[in-house]
């Protein structure tokens, strides 16, 4: 076995050990390849279905096309596909673009707020109508006791110290320092109640692994990640206001793994095109203890 | 990066033994550092008059790792002429033990530090235990810091032959010591001038000579069973049996068995997804597949080849635990045991010694605490499959769950329960010939509404079992159940008119009766006193663990699956016992 192997097997042995232990169980899904590929290995896991609802946080500032491939996607692979928002916050303009916020309390109204109450049932969420292609509100509020994130410990500091199953408190917070140890292949599956679990498949995936196994596997993803011919890729993707791509004339898969390989970007961290990163001191900290993904 | 070939590595050792510094000699040495980076650490050292500390040079890499700047580098890598090197991050400090025995139990090699002033501390001690506890077989011991004692033989052999000792004691043999200044380089890349009575090789050269992890496909087959995967509603008819395989290979047409249910099937297809077609599969691999014949097992019951030697079934255990919880691992509190993907409920039935990493003297402790080290028995509710951990690492390791947090974790070192291995033989045998009814197990279960299985109704002796369990049978059948009740004695003058009066074959014989009328659709309601643990645990592993529920009276705690107190009256006791049933979905409404 190869590496990609390697970390495949893991990855899937995580997916399934996340399904058998978890009723109410979500992935999810930013659109981006990390969450893709995740998405993508749980179809392996699963043999070709996908079991595991998939929650999107919808910000209305995504690149449009990012949405069109998200609902394609959806409708090809049969998911079970859901989304929420914070309505409040986007009615009342409490955004960035709309001027009457900075950067992180955007990403915090946005997201970490959107994506705690959706997680718990608090706000509304949307599920995926197969028969009509639409949205609809859904009718199950439970909360989410496992939520699968497609977290790499090599992205940024702070995650380099998580494990693959953390438990999480009911304020999305975690204690660095004093999580409980993970053996081997044992992970901590239990969890109080009001608590919930946040799982890792791909935690020891590099950036340039999760483009080699995208290549291996065929896996569909964004065009934005691609050199249109103006000489600019995206790397990473968020919202339009917030996000710029990187100089890059990479146009293929193949051609972005040669460009990691040459270490051009060695230097240069995968999220430094997100500008909340910057205004939150380089390491994401205080967003992330606040929940943030 | 090469792919292929690259060693996961921790470095322990007791704190200020020089861990740090030898990580950072050992990537300077390589040429594994950013230009620049070791000498602009040096001068902001110098420029801020402090001395320098290869410590600061990890931090700064730290701190750039922290802001996502190197692209493959999750965690510390160098590289020699043979191979990549992943280093583990593994903090020193007592408090952060968790955080290195996950790091550690994910790498293959170690390297164990001991200042050659300071000698063999606490930690030397105790990470030594752990590193053997948590299956690495390949550790180099450096002695560090051999400027510090003139770089003498003698010390060197002292703190060796200290070391080498405590070592035999707990059963760990090193691959190897070596006299090293990490601070200075010696021994490190290149041998050191100042110890010419030193005719080994350097650190880098040792680590090449470690191997990757021996090819595990060559032991027998084991996988433990993750799932079951019927995906009907999705217009997927196929069964599939999910899991990663730990050990050996497995081909399609083999015979396989489940442990610790007994019950064989063959291997019809390997399932995947978006990969050729498979007909066969190897260690590592995380599969599916489909069968021959259909049979019910569960998650957490172990795979194994019938033409191989397989795993053992039991529910006493021996074990080395480490514990790592505030909260200690006591006698009169039921906690889970975790093997493969099994999970059964455990009690602590005895401790046999506890090993103070510092003296390794015994003493009578009646509670293992946080960071001790013991040597226990563990009793199981259900009878568990798994392997010594000398055998087969992977299925003779464990976790404990306290609450609900992983708290210990340790390696299985006997089978206590003699008879079990006895049994489980007969039962393979047994199985193998088993002749399959004409009418289904499901047909039988919807005739009745009745899940059929074993009541057992067990207890205080003074407390007289016979007119409860008569007057469950008598409800139950009056309410359209196929059930019958056997009394002890229905068998001890019959059918085992043969056996001596206290043999446990009486047990076995009640066990073999009770599953052929379970076979048979009908539900058991039986009552005995006086069956000890073992006992139970034989008649859990004869009739199946689902299909057998232990209901217990007694005014003590104690394993059961429903307790009953003896001063209740048999009403009350009866109706308890009807809507247990009823919540276990024995019983249900046609
Ligand atoms: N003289 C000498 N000092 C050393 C050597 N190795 C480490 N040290 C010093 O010992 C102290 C502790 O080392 P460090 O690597 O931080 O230990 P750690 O706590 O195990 O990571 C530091 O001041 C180091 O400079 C050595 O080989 N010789």
Redesign the interface.
């Known amino acids: 076995m190869d590496r990609l192997d390697q970390l495949e097997a893991q990855a899937i042995y995580i997916l399934r050990e996340a399904y058998a232990n978890f009723d109410n169980l979500a992935m999810l899904w930013s659109i981006g390849k990390d969450s893709t590929v995740l998405l993508w290995l749980a179809r392996k896991a699963f043999f070709g279905h996908v079991p595991i609802t998939l929650a999107h946080i919808d910000t209305h500032y995504k690149i449009p096309e990012m949405i069109e491939y998200r609902d394609n996607l959806a409708r090809k692979w049969n998911l079970n596909m859901v989304y929420g928002e914070n309505t409040d916050a986007l009615n009342d303009k409490q955004t960035f673009p709309d001027g009457n916020v900075d950067r992180i309390q955007c990403c915090r109204n946005l997201k970490t707020e959107a994506l705690k109450n959706t997680l718990s049932g608090a706000w509304k969420r949307y599920r995926m109508n197969h028969e009509t292609g639409k949205y609809d509100v859904d009718n199950n509020k439970e909360p989410y006791t496992g939520v699968i994130v497609g977290l790499r410990a090599d992205e940024e500091g702070s995650r380099s110290k998580e494990r693959y199953f953390s438990p999480r408190n009911k304020e999305n917070d975690w204690n660095l320092d004093d999580q409980p140890p993970e053996l081997w292949n044992q992970f901590n599956t239990d969890f109080a109640p009001g608590t919930h679990i946040r799982i890792h498949p791909i935690l020891d995936w590099t950036e340039l692994d999760i483009w080699k196994y995208i290549e291996r596997e065929n896996i569909p993803t964004v065009s934005l990640y691609y050199d249109q011919g103006e000489g600019r890729r995206y790397r990473s993707l968020g919202c339009y206001p917030c996000t710029t791509p990187v100089e890059s004339t990479a146009k293929n898969v193949a051609e972005i793994i040669a460009e990691l390989e040459s270490g051009k970007f060695s230097k240069i961290a995968e999220r430094s095109g997100r500008a909340q990163d910057k205004d939150d001191g380089g390491g994401l900290e205080t967003l992330r203890r606040e929940g943030y993904m | 990066m090469k792919?292929?070939d690259?060693l996961r590595l921790v470095v322990v050792g007791h704190v200020d033994h020089g861990k740090s510094t030898l990580l950072g000699r050992l990537l300077s040495d390589t040429g594994s550092l950013p230009d620049g980076k070791l000498e602009s650490v040096k001068a902001y050292c110098k420029s801020n008059s402090r001395p320098f500390e290869y410590a600061f040079l990890l931090d700064a890499l730290?701190?750039e790792?922290?802001?996502?700047?190197?692209?493959?580098?999750?965690?510390i890598h160098f590289q020699t002429k043979k191979r990549d090197y992943l280093i583990i991050d593994a903090p020193g400090h007592i408090?952060?033990l968790?955080?290195m025995?996950?790091g550690a139990?994910?790498a293959e090699s170690a390297i164990l530090l001991i200042d050659a002033k300071e000698g063999v501390m606490e930690n030397s001690k105790r990470h030594g235990y752990l590193l053997s506890m948590?299956?690495i077989k390949q550790i180099l011991v450096c002695i560090n810091k051999m400027d510090l004692v003139d770089h003498s033989e003698k010390r060197y052999e002292e703190v060796k032959q200290e070391y080498s000792n405590f070592l035999k004691e707990i059963g760990i043999k090193p691959k190897g010591f070596i006299p090293i200044s990490a601070f200075e380089g010696d021994n490190i890349a290149e041998k050191s001038k100042k110890m010419d009575w030193y005719k080994g090789t350097t650190v880098l050269d040792f680590l090449d000579s470690f191997e990757k992890s021996k090819a595990s496909f060559e032991k027998p087959f084991r996988m433990p069973l993750?799932?079951i995967?019927k995906?009907t509603d999705?217009g997927?008819d196929?069964r599939?049996f999910?899991?990663?395989i730990e050990t050996g290979k497995i081909n399609v047409g083999d015979e396989i068995v489940f442990l610790p249910s007994n019950k064989t099937s063959k291997i019809k297809t390997i399932?995947?997804?978006?990969t050729p077609v498979m007909d066969s599969a190897?260690s590592?691999?995380?599969i599916?597949f489909t069968l021959e014949e259909q049979i019910y097992v569960k998650?957490g019951e172990v795979i194994c080849k019938k033409t191989e030697k397989m795993c053992q079934s039991s529910s006493l255990i021996k074990a080395n635990i480490f514990w790592?919880s505030h909260s200690p691992l006591t006698k009169d509190k039921t906690y889970?045991l975790?093997v493969g993907?099994d999970k059964v409920k455990m009690r602590l039935r005895s401790i046999e010694r506890i090993i103070d990493a510092t003296s390794l003297d015994s003493n009578n402790k009646e509670q293992v605490e946080r960071h001790d080290v013991a040597e226990c028995i563990l009793e199981l509710n259900d009878p568990l499959a798994f392997d010594l951990a000398k055998d087969i690492e992977e299925l003779g390791?464990?976790?404990i769950?306290d609450?609900?947090?992983?708290?210990g974790?340790g390696i299985i070192t006997a089978n206590m329960d003699k008879r079990a291995s006895k049994i489980q033989k007969q039962l393979l045998l047994r199985e193998e010939k088993w002749e399959k009814s004409s009418v289904t197990f499901e047909e039988r279960s919807v005739r009745f509404a009745q899940k059929p299985c074993m009541v057992l109704i067990t207890g205080e002796k003074e407390y007289d079992k016979k007119p409860l369990g008569k007057m469950v049978e008598r409800e139950l059948f009056d309410h359209g159940r196929n059930v019958y009740y056997v009394g002890m004695s229905n068998i001890v003058s019959g059918l085992n008119i043969d056996i001596k009066k206290n043999s446990s074959e009486h047990v076995r014989r009640l066990g073999e009766i009770a599953n052929l009328m379970i076979k048979s659709g009908t539900l058991i309601i039986a009552t005995a006193s006086d069956l000890t643990y073992e006992d139970i645990q034989m008649l859990k592993m004869i009739v199946g663990e689902d299909e057998i529920k232990v209901i217990k009276i007694s005014s003590e705690n104690g394993a059961s699956d429903l307790l009953l107190k003896p001063d209740m009256d048999m009403k009350e006791n009866t109706i308890a016992i009807l809507e247990y049933l009823r919540d276990e979905r024995i019983i249900f409404l046609p």
Do not use: H, W
């Open positions: 792919n292929e690259f730290k701190n790792q922290a802001q996502g700047i190197t692209i493959d580098a999750a965690r408090e952060f968790k955080n025995i996950t139990s994910r948590l299956g993750q799932d995967y995906f999705k997927d196929r599939v999910a899991g990663k399932e995947s997804f978006n190897l590592g691999e995380s599916g998650r790592m889970y975790k993907t390791r464990f976790v769950v609450e609900y947090l992983i708290s974790g």
